[in-house]
């Protein structure tokens, strides 16, 4: 079931002469974690501020759940939709915790309600409740503090969350570390996520689905390994790397090709790997142990298997 849908939407600026956005049409599944991708100036950020009314569209329409944004209150709409940007944006003068705690009190909770979530929420972002609920933002690291955004923009528990290049302003290092966390995150709040990043890797990293475009428009639209395999044109496939076969391995994941558990499957003796591993560690172990396949796991749990043949084939496809 689509939680977001995009139907026909467009938007230019005035004293523009082109459209930022132009008649993009796409639907995002209940649950699943899209980016958008493009170069700067292609129109994603536009697009992903349309959905909380930031900005409104010149034509075309968006559906929330079935309903038309725009019969929603627009103050109602933004404190149901979670909300990070690059620059964080947490209020300075606030502690931790009073950030976190914002829309909850808008919304009316009471006050044990908000305490438990803002210590769940903590507790998810890996920040010790006891440790970081009295510190101050300009207290805080670069990474420390976009972990208390994705908080504070969770903290109503919403259903969709809205990123606008989270991780841009991070050093490298950094980056890397909180898009391993957002892995993790992924799996445990079930949210719908629309990702803005002009970022190859991250966007092949993070994605369920990716958006991929080009002047205000959806020239692909599809899973990271399909847009790999199958870019839809030139500026695709020069965009993704599609024809860098090391990188294909390298930002695939084991769970993108792997094979259903076969009949009688016995996981004793078993090489394995984890379903979030990327290929080109899937193929360093099969070389390295000489085994046939690799038994998949997620939550120590058998789900799959993957050959050399797989990643052969995933490798040559274009």
Not at 80 to 105: D, K, M, R, W
Not at 151 to 172: S, T, V
Request: aromatic fraction near 6%; charge should be neutral; glycine fraction near 6%.
């Amino acid at each position: 079931m689509s939680l977001l849908a995009f139907q026909h939407i467009t938007k230019i600026f005035p004293n523009s002469t082109y459209a930022a956005v132009n008649d993009c049409t796409f639907e995002v599944d209940s649950g699943s974690f899209v980016v958008l991708l493009g170069p700067s100036g292609c129109g994603k950020t536009t697009l992903l501020k349309m959905v909380n009314r930031l900005i409104e569209p010149r034509a075309g329409e968006i559906f929330l759940d079935g309903k038309n944004i725009r019969e929603f209150d627009v103050t109602t709409l933004r404190r149901h939709i979670g909300y990070v940007i690059q620059q964080v944006g947490l209020f300075p003068h606030l502690t931790v915790a009073q950030n976190i705690a914002v829309v909850p009190e808008l919304l009316g909770w009471a006050k044990a309600r908000i305490d438990e979530r803002i210590d769940a929420l903590l507790d998810l972002v890996e920040l010790n409740p006891a440790y970081y609920r009295a510190r101050y933002p300009a207290q805080l690291s670069g990474g420390q503090q976009q972990r208390v955004g994705l908080a504070r923009a969770l903290a109503a528990d919403p259903q969709l969350l809205l990123m606008d290049e989270p991780f841009g302003a991070i050093d490298a290092i950094t980056r890397a570390s909180l898009q391993v966390e957002m892995l993790r995150l992924k799996s445990a709040i079930h949210k719908t996520v629309l990702f803005v990043t002009h970022d190859v890797d991250e966007a092949i990293r993070l994605a369920d689905k990716i958006v991929v475009m080009r002047a205000g428009r959806v020239v692909q639209y599809d899973t990271p390994y399909k847009i790999l395999t199958e870019p839809a044109n030139d500026f695709v496939r020069e965009l993704i790397g599609a024809d860098d076969m090391v990188r294909q391995l390298a930002l695939l994941t084991v769970s993108t090709i792997m094979s259903p558990l076969p009949k009688h499957f016995v996981l004793d003796g078993a090489v394995t790997i984890k379903a979030d591993e990327d290929l080109r560690m899937a193929l360093s172990k099969l070389l390295q142990t000489g085994a046939s396949s690799l038994a998949v796991m997620r939550d120590e749990l058998p789900v799959g298997v993957i050959t050399l043949e797989q990643i052969r084939a995933a490798a040559k496809q274009k």
